[in-house]
């Protein structure tokens, strides 16, 4: 996701300023979206492009043009149509694009993990981030507390630049750099003689290792200008993003995008990291993935 | 139950508790499985050593008929329904997928082939295994197939846990393997169960097929709806009750109710207590101070009393056939280890790496215990095959950690006592700050380097503003990477009665700079862990406070890396 100066001259930049695909759907929150969304690429020097997939009708139109009249602070926002399997469309509409938006639900219902809404199904197939807006401000302020949570096993250098670039743009108070620690099995060992002391040294340690990795991994993304905090939580993956996130009362959470193929019916059955994220939204979430190289 | 006979039930209780928990300490300090410890309690107290030399004492305390008996077994009977819950708790089956195709094929191999050689060998040679003639060849071959088969995820997570292998990916590998082969193995076990004939006979007991249907149905519905329902259970009755009484009432009575329930529809209660397990486990309500309490709860007292239990029904002299011994115990290792470590070689590990794996996997530990003693009882298995179980539970239990060791060669990790430096060492008043502490030591350590004492100081809060500063109690860590260093520095400065402190947080007594070399993460990682294991051992600790030069310092932590720490 890159942050471009929209008043550079694309020719001499190298690269043309990026886009960012608006999905709208038929809801009363989707001016709210819109809103947002138009804030955050002026923030991020990104070109908007508004997309509701389903039939293009006189009225459906109408109510878009005057959805966009209310929400934007600039003219020239139109709404393209597309019809078809919303995932497909946006998997093909937002190849050449940087950014994702669209609202979503803040919680899933108890099945909302084997069947997957709208929301998710984009997060899992979009070419690029996703950013999913549970509840739209009405009045759009930049995101102050970043909560970013690196893979548990491979840190991506690439996200972290990316989550740094946006922390820049939206001059953050604080950015909370995170990895979750699952150490699965470890009470088990309690039956084997082991003592609570021996599980807990067992913990701190992981947790000092994996904080020092990400610090390293900062450093060697020159973090300097970013007010930063590195922790790394102990617990199961995805749930314990949801809890810090709310601790620190985050209004952005950033989380590696679930895998592109289709998650087994173990894993809709036993959700983790971001699957289990994405049932339960504690803010805005942005699902980052590297962009496809063209 | 008489006044007599209450008394002879709490006297064999508390007798085989007290004796079982002390010798799976001994066990343990001995760095040995503590259920070895645990089932030589039995052994001792039962027709094996007591009853041998004193037959009116082990009648007396442990009959084997009448109501004595019966409370004796009843409370076994709940202690491995318990013990089952807690191993469904750890479950987490959609780790095997995020670990990779590694942890699929091996945990695919790790249980095909053992359980491929276990089922053939039985039918090539039912008399060498020991197949009773009343049992069935299929059922027989079935069952030891199973056995074979299963991992000690306990076993697994203390070796682990000892080796520092925890978090590497070759221990994720061996967990999320183990897992997986537990959960299918105690499914399998489960239905071997149900298909026992005699299960079936008995007046209201279903026939063989209602009983499969339902074992499946039961388990569908449960990692389903059930639980679904039981993450909301969870957090009703933690929002409405006290804590962690409620939620425990709640996690005991569900394991029992299900295990009633496995028992009613022709399965073993295990089945239904390990399904709740897996269920709760997945909650996201249920705190782990909760799971530690039930773990503690299980550990503590139905862990040794049922293994103990062992001893006192099985007469391991007499019932001690060597030949079936090293037959059972020469399969299973073939089996797992072969399985296991070359579905690793396939899958691209490294060989050495790959067999460590196969030795980490070999371990079979309580898992097997419960599964022979719940065969003999259901009347699958006689006592030679029980006791054969029992060694080979307990042989793979204590070789694979040290043949795991021995198969890794590992370089020795990097130790923080290496790159102490004496100039770098400082006892300060309790006038000084922590910050002035660090002054002090970066002060000393910064005359081998060609940065300003200001730049390193920077470099420092940089680091701390990013990761915090503690260590373990009392003890602050200040650590940099430099660019200009080809190894690390290590300096400590000393405050026994606690540095000055500005507000109520617990003192500082010890601050420890660490400056590593930009470049080696992994040296760097090795020195931070190895400081944080140092100083996270309480007694160890204490002594490191009190030494007056890095000299005295370093004498202390060479001698204790011949010790064990725990």
Same mark, same amino acid.
């Given at each position: ?10 020719g ?9 695909? $608006? ?22 020097g ?14 459906i ?58 929301? %998710? ?22 995101? %102050? ?22 922390a ?11 990895q ?12 084997e ?14 947790a ?24 790394s ?14 601790e ?17 019916? +173990?894993? *809709? ?8 994220t +994405? ?16 | ?16 508790v ?5 010798l ?30 004193w037959?009116q004492?082990? /009648? ?16 076994t ?7 089952? =819950? ?23 191999t ?13 039918y ?10 009343e ?19 306990? #076993? ?59 074992t499946l149905?039961f ?7 059930? *639980?679904?329902a ?11 009750? /006290? ?23 022709? $399965? ?7 399904? $709740? ?8 309500h ?26 006192? *029904? ?14 059972? =115990? ?45 065969? %003999? ?42 790159? &102490? ?14 910050f002035?502490?660090?002054?002090a ?19 420092i ?10 260590? /373990? ?8 990477? +430099? ?6 520095l #290590? ?8 540095f ?7 003192? $500082?007594?010890? #601050? ?17 862990t ?5 100083? &996270? ?15 005295e310092?370093?004498a ?11």
């Open positions: 996701m890159p942050v471009s100066n929209p008043q550079d001259d694309p001499v930049v190298g690269r043309p300023p990026g886009e960012m695909l $608006v999905l709208l759907a038929l809801s009363p929150t989707s001016g709210l979206v819109a809103r947002e969304a138009s804030r955050l690429s002026r923030s991020l990104l070109r908007i492009r508004f997309l509701h997939v389903g039939a293009r009708t006189p009225a139109h109408r109510r878009f043009q005057t959805l966009l009249e209310h929400s934007l602070t600039e003219p020239g926002g139109d709404v393209t149509f597309r019809t078809g399997r919303i995932e497909d469309v946006v998997a093909e509409e937002a190849q050449a694009s940087d950014l994702v938006v669209l609202g979503a639900l803040e919680q899933e219902g108890p099945l909302g993990a084997f069947f997957s809404s709208v929301a %998710r199904r984009v997060a899992r197939t979009a070419p690029c981030p996703t950013l999913l807006l549970p509840s739209p401000n009405p009045n759009p302020e930049p995101f %102050r507390r970043l909560v970013a949570v690196m893979d548990p096993s491979t840190p991506s250098p690439e996200m972290l630049r990316d989550v740094l670039e946006l820049r743009a939206e001059q953050v108070e604080m950015l909370h750099v995170v979750e620690l699952e150490l699965p099995a470890l009470n088990l060992a309690l039956e003689g082991a003592d609570l002391d021996q599980t807990e040294e067992e913990r701190r340690v992981n000092l290792a994996a904080r020092h990795r990400l610090a390293n991994l900062l450093e060697d993304c020159q973090a300097d200008q970013v007010p930063i905090r590195v922790e939580l102990a617990g199961r993956e995805g749930l314990e993003a949801i809890r810090y996130s709310q620190n009362s985050a209004d952005l959470l950033i989380v590696p995008a679930p895998e592109r193929d289709q998650s087994t019916v +173990l894993e *809709r059955l036993f959700p983790r990291g971001t699957d289990l +994405l049932l339960n939204l504690p803010c805005a979430l942005l699902a980052w993935r590297p962009r496809r190289t063209p | 139950m008489s006044h007599a006979e209450l008394v002879s039930l709490f006297l064999a209780l508390g007798l085989l007290g004796v079982a928990r002390a799976g300490e001994v066990a343990s300090a001995l760095r040995q499985p503590a259920v070895l410890g645990e089932i030589l309690a039995g052994v001792l107290l039962g027709p094996t050593i007591l009853g041998t030399f037959p004492a082990t /009648a007396r305390l442990f009959p084997e008929t009448g109501p004595v008996a019966f409370g004796l077994q009843a409370m009977q709940v202690a491995v329904v318990l013990f089952l =819950l807690v191993a469904g708790l750890e479950v987490d089956l959609s780790r095997i997928k995020r670990q990779g195709r590694m942890a699929t094929v091996v945990s695919v790790g249980m095909l082939f053992p359980f491929a050689l276990g089922f053939a060998f039985v090539a040679a039912p008399g060498l295994l020991g197949k009773p003639p049992t069935a060849t299929f059922l027989y071959a079935l069952f030891l197939a199973t056995a074979l088969s299963i991992s000690a995820l306990p #076993v697994i997570a203390k070796i682990l846990m000892d080796l520092h292998l925890f978090r590497t990916d070759l221990g994720m590998i061996i967990l999320a393997a183990a897992i997986v082969n537990d959960f299918i193995g105690w499914l399998l076990f489960a239905l071997v169960l149900g298909l026992i004939p005699g299960r079936h006979v008995e007046e209201g007991s279903f026939d063989i097929w209602t009983t499969v249907t339902a149905a388990a569908a519905g449960m990692l389903t709806v059930g *639980r679904v039981l993450n909301q259970m969870v957090v009703r009755v933690q929002a409405h009750s /006290a804590w962690p009484a409620g939620v425990l009432a709640l996690c005991l009575s569900l394991a029992l109710l299900c295990g009633a329930f496995a028992e009613w529809i022709g $399965v073993h209660a295990i089945f239904g207590a390990f399904l $709740v397990g897996v269920a709760l486990g997945d909650s996201s249920l705190r782990e101070r909760t799971r530690l309490i039930l773990h503690h709860f299980v550990a503590a007292l139905f862990a040794p009393l049922f293994f103990a239990s062992i001893g006192l *029904r099985v007469n391991f002299v007499e019932s001690f056939d060597p030949l079936l011994c090293l037959v059972v =115990l020469a399969i299973a290792c073939v089996g797992k280890i072969l399985g296991c470590g070359g579905g690793a070689i396939l899958a691209g590990m490294p060989s050495r790496e790959a067999w460590a794996l196969g030795f980490g996997m070999n371990a079979r530990g309580a898992m097997e215990i419960i599964l022979g003693l719940l065969a %003999r009882e259901a009347g699958l298995i006689d006592d030679r095959m029980l006791v054969a179980l029992v060694v080979m539970a307990l042989v793979t239990s204590m070789l694979s950690g040290p043949l795991m060791e021995r198969m890794l060669a590992r370089r020795k990790p990097a130790r923080f006592v290496r790159y &102490l430096r004496d100039r770098g060492f400082f006892i300060l008043g309790s006038d000084k700050d922590p002035q502490a660090i002054e030591v970066a002060g000393g350590l910064s005359t081998a380097l060609d940065s300003s004492l200001e730049t390193l100081l920077e470099a809060r940089r680091r701390d503003r990013l990761t915090g500063n503690g260590l /373990a109690p009392g003890v602050r860590l200040a650590h940099a990477r +430099l660019s200009g260093i080809s190894a690390p #290590v300096g400590v400065a000393l405050c026994p009665e606690g000055r402190s500005g507000g109520d947080a617990e003192k $500082v007594r010890a #601050v420890v700079v660490v400056l590593t070399p930009q470049d080696k993460e992994a040296q760097q990682i090795e020195i931070l190895d400081l944080a294991r140092t100083f &996270l051992d309480a007694r160890l600790r204490r002594l490191l406070l009190a030494c007056s030069s890095a000299l310092m370093r202390l932590l060479r001698s204790s890396q011949s010790e064990p720490q725990h």
